[in-house]
């Protein structure tokens, strides 16, 4: 059958021009007695024999019970210069109901804006697409810079998902009917003819349908489904701040909750089996007969499955690639290995075994439950170690230097503050017009000009071990 090969709606035979619904149970057609909105119905008009005729269906195959979700208010919002507040977890992930409408949209933009005839989100081909899905979501949220990688990944992910959806509902099911397959779904109007001719192409090829084989036996080893539906990692951890705010929220309890139902049960008896492990692990955990390090934590130990690289478990979609992985065991313990030879050498210190110490001493916290508290930031400035303790709740930064020089100033300390300013912001804080500098001069000098990164370690531990957080007092006069 000849078509248009533009973008507009191509010709169909009048048969075909009927809004209709094909079904895989049903081998035939049948009329949609849906009613309309009287907006619907003046764009309808009557054919020979008296049905309703829908002037732009596209001929192809209806299977959704409602429309797809166009987010039309978000139109208006960009006209009238309205634009919505972001708020976002400590993983930069966006949550609450604002966080839920800029999902929504920019999966609109990335259906609807980037061509499913492309093969590959990366190809350089929709830069300046992906640059207008960005730009229109800053009309339409207060959103920074910052927020483009997480934005356009998001939409990578989506615009993904989408071309999936499309191949297992309207195009393998119907691959011997190559009529159904000859228009765009009416689902999607917005779906150019020779984008969706060419995407039936690359779908149904002999070397796709192998790797979809290959991904579909994949996803079946999955056994561990969750319950969360749209609202993902981010969403949830979010509900427990609520509901568990003196527990600890890591990787392990996101997994079990995640895998429950309301009533706090399991479904499949598998993941019952593993949150059970979980809990024993954890057991064995607190009273000291098991060792956590690296990315060997108990929901690793009770999947029985390591982390790799570049996989961030129960994070969430747009959690970033390593971003909260921890440094492997028999890395972390080279390290240490390289560290207690240096030590013992009084040689200079790698920025690895720093980096790495940090992670021990964290994970000190993390046990006593003394997160964020404050913030230890060692800076490095010719070639000189320093320590700058930040409690960004008092608005007060300490600084502690080896040598027992005086504050500094420049660069360094317009970046703290700033820092603090903008943590204030981001917690709807005035703060104080300026952040309070103490230099904690009473602290233990190093004896010679090589010792400074000893010093500096030194200083961290002594902090963390300072429950109280009374440090200052100890060594500002000291």
């Not at 993983?91 to 949209?105: E, F, H, R, V």
């Not at 929709?126 to 960005?134: H, L, P, V």
């Not at 008092?394 to 660069?411: A, C, H, Q, S, W």
């Not at 503050?417 to 233990?444: E, Q, R, S, Y």
Request: glycine share 6%.
């Amino acid at each position: 059958m000849a078509h248009s090969k533009s973008t507009s709606t191509p010709t169909k035979k009048t048969s075909k021009m009927l809004k209709v619904r094909k079904s895989k149970s049903s081998k035939g057609t049948k009329v949609s007695t849906s009613k309309n909105s009287d907006a619907t119905v003046s764009k309808r008009k009557s054919n020979r024999k008296g049905k309703m005729v829908d002037e732009g269906c596209t001929g192809g195959l209806k299977l959704l019970k409602r429309n797809p979700v166009t987010m039309p208010r978000m139109t208006t919002s960009r006209i009238l210069k309205k634009r919505l507040t972001v708020e976002f977890d400590k993983d930069g992930t966006p949550i609450g109901k604002n966080g839920d409408a800029l999902q929504s949209y920019i999966g609109v933009l990335a259906r609807s804006k980037i061509p499913i005839s492309i093969e590959s989100w990366t190809d350089k081909i929709i830069a300046t697409e992906k640059n207008n899905i960005w730009e229109t979501i800053r009309t339409s949220f207060n959103l920074g810079a910052e927020n483009k990688k997480m934005v356009l990944q998001s939409a990578g992910a989506k615009w993904r998902e989408f071309k999936c959806r499309l191949t297992s509902r309207y195009i393998f099911p119907y691959k011997d009917d190559p009529e159904s397959l000859q228009f765009p779904p009416d689902d999607y109007r917005f779906i150019n003819v020779d984008d969706w001719t060419t995407f039936v192409a690359q779908r149904t090829t002999d070397a796709f349908m192998e790797l979809h084989e290959a991904q579909r036996a994949r996803r079946q080893k999955n056994i561990y489904d969750h319950h969360m539906s749209r609202k993902g990692y981010a969403g949830l951890r979010q509900e427990l701040s609520k509901t568990m705010p003196d527990e600890e929220i890591d990787r392990a309890t996101l997994w079990i909750k995640g895998r429950q139902t309301k009533q706090g049960t399991f479904k499949d008896v598998r993941v019952k089996e593993t949150a059970e492990k979980i809990e024993t692990l954890r057991q064995k955990e607190r009273k000291g007969d098991l060792t956590i390090s690296g990315t060997t934590d108990v929901l690793t130990l009770a999947l029985g499955t390591p982390e790799h690289a570049g996989r961030v478990r129960e994070q969430g979609l747009k959690a970033a690639k390593k971003q909260n992985n921890h440094v492997e065991a028999g890395a972390m313990t080279k390290v240490f290995e390289e560290m207690e030879k240096k030590l013992a050498k009084m040689e200079e210190l790698t920025a690895n075994c720093l980096v790495v110490y940090m992670r021990y001493l964290h994970d000190v916290l993390k046990k006593s439950k003394m997160l964020d508290m404050i913030f230890l930031l060692p800076y490095n400035a010719s070639s000189h170690w320093m320590l700058t303790v930040i409690n960004p709740k008092k608005e007060t930064v300490y600084f502690m230097d080896p040598l027992k020089r005086r504050l500094i100033n420049g660069e360094f300390r317009v970046v703290v503050d700033t820092a603090i300013a903008m943590f204030n912001a981001h917690h709807n804080k005035k703060g104080h017009a300026a952040v309070t500098w103490k230099n904690l001069a009473g602290i233990p000098s190093q004896p010679s000009d090589k010792e400074c990164g000893y010093y500096v370690m030194r200083y961290m531990k002594d902090i963390i071990e300072d429950i109280d957080l009374s440090f200052a007092e100890k060594v500002i006069q000291k």
